[in-house]
């Protein structure tokens, strides 16, 4: 194993940052697996369990059984985790421009399309080097003006190149989910195997350009534009691991053997696993509706993630008791139940849960922000 630091620049003078990546197996090694954790910086689910996984991985590799490349990044926003305001984390945005952490990450295919005209040929294994290649070098030359800036550039040199990429985020409080494309469905089924993922949300363009979908959508653009010659390398995914609360060593020493089995069927890891459940339930991202709150109030629920339920159903409350005012939860559609937000008071207009359905129920950008 191998620790790299990578330096940031800090956002004013005399001041910096640090983006640490571990390393097991050798550069160049395939698969090529990425993982990191806290991304948005007030989910810690993610971090912890990947400091148990890299216990687990020094184990591997004493025993001679790292057979790939693959680099953790526990911590993967070192400006979140620094950011607070009135006691309390901020974490999904930035405070200088309020920007979110996981949206706006490189358009790679758009930077790369015209310099691989004639570059590609008959060879996919080929072409996927040139592509990939062309790829870390718009990135080197990538214009950098903000702190936030940086951080995706620096994110995604190490990713650029993957086989698969898991970007381990939570809810508020929800069940245990993953956002992916259709893309490589048989790796989509792999990791709800191997984790215990209850619904993946599909969707191959959800807007936004998050981490997850900047990995996989710039292969489908330029197989667009030339065709079979470019094949799909990349799984990418965003791993919701429950709620904010769902923070404890036995939970995440759990999740991070879960990641070991993984690593194992993916063959970045020799040795024997046997996934313990069964695949996660797939729906479309486009199937998944907001409640948005009639009114501000206290919040109180009647159910909980994880509940199945139909299109109506009353899922709790929000009262108002200066005027003495009730408003109903409405589901607003059929399907699961896989995340309430944690607060218990909302304003007006703020969404505050999440139906997840067959149905597709909505069009344009699909994540909320």
Not at 57 to 63: I, M, R, T, V, Y
Not at 67 to 79: F, R, T
Request: some cysteine; charged content about 20%.
């Amino acid at each position: 194993m191998r620790t790299e630091t990578v330096p940031l620049s800090g956002p004013s003078p005399g001041t910096t940052r640090t983006l640490t990546r571990h390393h097991w197996g050798q550069e160049g090694a395939r698969p090529k697996v990425y993982l990191q954790g806290g991304l948005h910086a007030d989910e810690m689910p993610g971090p912890l369990a990947l400091y148990h996984l890299m216990q687990l991985l020094d184990l591997a590799e004493a025993e001679g059984r790292i057979a790939g490349h693959v680099v953790v990044v526990p911590l993967a926003n070192p400006i979140g985790l620094s950011e607070w305001l009135l006691h309390k984390p901020v974490g999904r945005r930035d405070l200088e421009g309020a920007h979110n952490f996981n949206r706006g990450y490189p358009d790679l295919a758009a930077l790369v399309g015209d310099a691989l005209e004639g570059q590609l040929g008959t060879d996919p294994v080929a072409n996927v080097a040139t592509i990939r290649a062309a790829f870390g070098a718009a990135l080197a030359g990538a214009k950098i003006e903000t702190e936030v800036d940086e951080l995706r550039i620096r994110l995604m040199e190490a990713t650029h190149d993957a086989d698969i990429v898991l970007d381990l985020h939570c809810d508020h409080r929800a069940v245990m989910h993953f956002y992916a494309s259709t893309a490589r469905p048989e790796i989509t089924d792999l990791l709800g195997r191997c984790t215990g993922a209850e619904l993946a949300l599909i969707e191959d363009s959800s807007g936004g350009n998050a981490f997850d979908e900047a990995h996989t959508a710039p292969w489908r653009a330029l197989r667009d534009r030339f065709g079979d010659k470019v094949p799909q390398p990349c799984f990418s995914t965003t791993l919701e691991y429950r709620g904010q609360l769902d923070v404890s060593d036995a939970v995440a020493a759990e999740d991070a053997g879960g990641l070991m089995t993984f690593l194992v069927e993916l063959g970045a890891l020799t040795g024997e696993a046997d996934p313990a459940y069964g695949p996660a339930e797939e729906m479309p991202l486009a199937g998944a509706v907001e409640f948005m709150a009639p009114i501000g109030g206290i919040v109180t629920w009647v159910t909980q993630p994880g509940d199945r339920v139909a299109e109506g159903q009353v899922l709790g409350h929000i009262t108002d008791p200066a005027a003495r005012r009730r408003e109903e939860i409405l589901a607003p559609t059929t399907g699961l139940l896989f995340r309430q937000e944690l607060w218990t008071t909302c304003l007006k207009g703020q969404g505050l849960c999440h139906v997840a359905g067959h149905e597709i129920r909505r069009q344009g950008d699909l994540l909320s922000n």
